[in-house]
């Protein structure tokens, strides 16, 4: 995008960019002149959710992050700004306008056309929704008409949220509330009612939700606390009927007296197995005469001992089956001794036997044997023990399990009615405290704000100056148009050689352009243009003689730059043949008197034509008609006879049919040296104009360039114009 295109599209609008902002700031002026002042009115509410010092027991000491602090505000400031809490304050400011005397606005014509009675029914309509809180219905007649007197008084909840301002006052704990309008006594009475109605209503929204809390934990905690009597009163039943005491403490003793007869067990076998080898040790010392003698002497001997040892063993089995109490253990201690004081005599009754030499080994193995009875007898005593032990165990295994199990939900079923016991406690705390929400300060009537009348008369002309701005910029981007020599050679990548301004004035003779002295300056400039683009064009021809000029449609301008062309080179002394090969609109014919004509020339021998130029510039017309070159003569005779004027002229110019043509253009394309295309500017290069300019590209070095017709003076540039 070219800035100093922009900007001269400004300058082109001057006027426009001047006048438009001016009478918008005129207009504006009188309609705001008559604007009454505003008062603006304020308070603060204190909320608690960041002030430390307003923080009760009830309240919860946990931090909160900014997300959550903010969210809180949010809240606060949207119920604020509900239609609930405005509804309420739109009553209010109502019945005072239709019970006092000085209402806070000027009456609308709904509320002077009411009458007494529709005045009381008002007032007790809307002093009953103000009481029960409730939102007019739309659908409902009479309520619909309440909600228009309203909105006729500008009370209604919109109408009063377009001048109320709530905002939390930068990280603090207080919100701010504003309120602006063209009675100061109304304005506060708008911040007052409001703080009240929101404080009153988060009040009872608060303690309606905590009663509501604390009845829910109630009955949840007395749910709660039946079913942990019910789970203790089924352990308790269990307990009774199966005579279980404490089922942990019984298992205790059981193990004990199980790892207790285990060690004697182990020890009554290893006791066992000790005498037996010591006995047998002892029998083999005896040769076999002996020990029938020593048997056959004491038969009486051995019946006591029996006896007396039967007894002992019956003693140790109640003392192992007593689980070894002392009072048993006396009496086996006390058989013990009686069977040893037997031995002892036995001994002494056979003193003079000849196995005197051999009387200790008897007496040890007698004691031996009476040591392995005990052994063998305590070993079977102390299994039968262990299996009943066992017995016992086994039966407690299921009553463990039931029991365990009946504590586990006496366990759970209590800490869930302490859970709740402690929530019951925090809401009922909670809810014997006042909420936090609080006025600080009552609004009072505010001093009337600086007038904002000037301030819109400057926006209205800023905003309607941008406003022209902008349509000018899209009207500028949007503008794809040619309308200098820079954009065209930008959009089509082919040279200019030329430009031509549009001249003032109706009509213009260019023999006087071309031939007189006395000329405006305008004119001498167009005529320096002309001259300029024929030092152009001669270089581009570069020996050539035959120059096409054509356009890609009709009305650019083709013939005007072909004639003024030929005056230039007229001016250099060149011998000049000016061609109008436009058969369908000869309009060089009709503009000059022509002395030659194309269809003769080409239609007869050379020879016989006689052909001389009749001055600087010759020129040669057309009869007209709808015809094409090839119509007239074949390409070779034609290229023939320009062969010929080639020698009888310096230059040749033609003018051609226009692109738009077809094969009319491109018949006069190639029967010439070189073609310059002339192009009207104020035109956008559309899609079909595009196809002719692939065409000229084509021609490759035939082409040389483009003439731009009709350019505005203000497209260019103060070098170009000077």
């Known amino acids: 995008m070219d800035l100093g295109s922009f900007l001269k599209v400004l300058l082109r609008h001057?006027?426009?960019?001047?006048?438009?902002?001016?009478?918008?700031?005129?207009?504006?002026?009188?309609?705001?002149?008559?604007?009454?002042?505003?008062?603006?009115?304020?308070?603060?509410?204190?909320?608690?959710?960041?002030?430390?010092?307003?923080?009760?027991?009830?309240?919860?000491?946990?931090?909160?992050?900014?997300?959550?602090?903010?969210?809180?505000?949010?809240?606060?400031?949207?119920?604020?700004?509900?239609?609930?809490?405005?509804?309420?304050?739109?009553?209010?400011?109502?019945?005072?306008?239709?019970?006092?005397?000085?209402?806070?606005?000027?009456?609308?014509?709904?509320?002077?056309?009411?009458?007494?009675?529709?005045?009381?029914?008002?007032?007790?309509?809307?002093?009953?929704?103000?009481?029960?809180?409730?939102?007019?219905?739309?659908?409902?007649?009479?309520?619909?008409?309440?909600?228009?007197?309203?909105s006729s008084m500008k009370y209604d909840d919109q109408s009063l949220l377009q001048k109320l301002t709530i905002y939390r006052d930068g990280n603090s704990d207080f919100i701010v509330v504003q309120f602006e309008s063209e009675d100061p006594n109304l304005s506060a009475k708008v911040v007052n009612d409001l703080c009240r109605e929101f404080i009153n209503y988060y009040s009872l929204q608060v303690k309606q939700n905590q009663l509501k809390a604390v009845n829910f934990y109630a009955d949840l905690l007395k749910a709660k606390e039946d079913t942990l009597n019910s789970r203790l009163e089924r352990l308790k039943d269990y307990k009774i009927r199966n005579r279980v005491l404490s089922l942990s403490e019984q298992a205790k003793a059981l193990y004990a007296q199980l790892s207790d007869f285990e060690t004697r067990r182990q020890q009554a076998s290893k006791d066992a197995i000790a005498y037996k080898a010591a006995m047998n040790d002892i029998d083999q010392q005896f040769d076999p005469a002996d020990r029938r003698y020593v048997e056959s002497s004491m038969i009486r001997l051995n019946q006591r001992l029996i006896a007396t040892r039967s007894q002992l063993e019956s003693a140790n089995n109640d003392y192992i089956q007593s689980g070894f109490k002392p009072e048993y253990k006396q009496q086996v201690d006390s058989l013990t001794n009686v069977l040893s004081s037997q031995i002892s005599r036995s001994s002494d009754k056979y003193i003079a036997n000849p196995m005197v030499s051999k009387q200790n080994l008897i007496e040890q193995k007698l004691t031996m044997q009476i040591q392995y009875d005990l052994a063998k007898s305590s070993n079977k005593s102390i299994e039968n023990e262990l299996a009943r032990l066992n017995v016992r165990l086994t039966e407690l295994v299921p009553h463990e399990a039931i029991v365990q199990a009946n504590e586990n939900a006496i366990q759970i079923a209590q800490d869930e009615y302490m859970d709740i016991l402690g929530k019951y406690n925090q809401k009922q705390l909670e809810s014997s405290f006042s909420v936090l929400l609080r006025q600080i300060e009552t609004a009072m009537?505010?001093?009337?704000?600086?007038?904002?009348?000037?301030?819109?008369?400057?926006?209205?002309?800023?905003?309607?100056?941008?406003?022209?701005?902008?349509?000018?910029?899209?009207?500028?981007?949007?503008?794809?148009?040619?309308?200098?020599?820079?954009?065209?050679?930008?959009?089509?990548?082919?040279?200019?050689?030329?430009?031509?301004?549009?001249?003032?004035?109706?009509?213009?003779?260019?023999g006087q352009i071309w031939n007189g002295n006395n000329i405006t300056d305008e004119h001498r400039k167009f005529r320096n243009l002309i001259q300029a683009l024929r030092f152009e064009v001669d270089n581009e021809m570069n020996g050539s003689k035959i120059l096409l000029v054509n356009s890609m449609a009709q009305d650019e301008g083709k013939t005007f730059v072909a004639l003024n062309l030929a005056y230039a080179y007229a001016q250099v002394n060149k011998k000049v043949l000016l061609i109008d090969g436009d058969f369908t609109r000869p309009d060089i014919t009709k503009a000059v008197n022509s002395t030659y004509y194309l269809e003769d020339f080409l239609s007869r021998n050379i020879n016989d034509y006689n052909f001389a130029p009749t001055g600087k510039i010759t020129t040669m017309g057309n009869y007209g008609g709808d015809m094409s070159l090839l119509q007239v003569d074949t390409e070779g005779d034609i290229r023939h006879k320009l062969n010929h004027l080639k020698s009888v002229f310096d230059i040749i110019i033609i003018e051609s049919p226009a692109l738009n043509s077809l094969n009319k253009a491109k018949e006069w394309v190639v029967a010439s040296d070189k073609v310059l295309t002339v192009i009207k500017a104020g035109q956008s290069?559309?899609?079909?104009?595009?196809?002719?300019?692939?065409?000229?590209?084509?021609?490759?070095?035939?082409?040389?360039?483009?003439?731009?017709?009709?350019?505005?003076?203000?497209?260019?540039?103060?070098?170009?114009?000077?």
Not at 473 to 499: C, H, M, W
Not at 686 to 710: A, D, P
Request: proline share 3%; with cysteine.
């Open 14 to 150: 001057k006027y426009t960019l001047i006048l438009v902002p001016l009478v918008t700031v005129i207009i504006t002026f009188f309609l705001v002149r008559n604007q009454p002042d505003s008062y603006l009115s304020g308070t603060q509410i204190a909320t608690g959710i960041v002030d430390q010092t307003q923080k009760t027991l009830s309240a919860s000491s946990e931090f909160l992050q900014d997300a959550q602090v903010s969210q809180e505000f949010g809240n606060l400031t949207a119920i604020m700004r509900s239609k609930k809490t405005l509804d309420q304050v739109s009553y209010l400011l109502m019945i005072h306008d239709l019970t006092t005397t000085k209402p806070f606005r000027k009456p609308s014509k709904e509320l002077q056309g009411m009458n007494a009675s529709a005045r009381k029914h008002a007032v007790e309509m809307f002093s009953s929704f103000y009481k029960s809180r409730r939102t007019l219905s739309l659908f409902n007649p009479d309520q619909r008409g309440l909600h228009d007197l309203l």
């Open 445 to 510: 009537p505010g001093a009337a704000q600086p007038s904002k009348k000037m301030l819109l008369v400057i926006i209205s002309g800023v905003v309607s100056f941008i406003f022209c701005l902008l349509v000018l910029f899209v009207l500028f981007y949007i503008d794809n148009t040619i309308k200098n020599p820079r954009e065209l050679a930008n959009a089509t990548k082919i040279s200019v050689l030329g430009y031509l301004f549009k001249l003032s004035g109706a009509s213009f003779d260019l």
């Open 685 to 722: 290069l559309k899609e079909h104009r595009r196809l002719h300019i692939s065409y000229l590209k084509s021609l490759n070095n035939q082409f040389i360039g483009w003439v731009l017709n009709e350019v505005d003076k203000s497209q260019l540039t103060a070098e170009e114009r000077a």
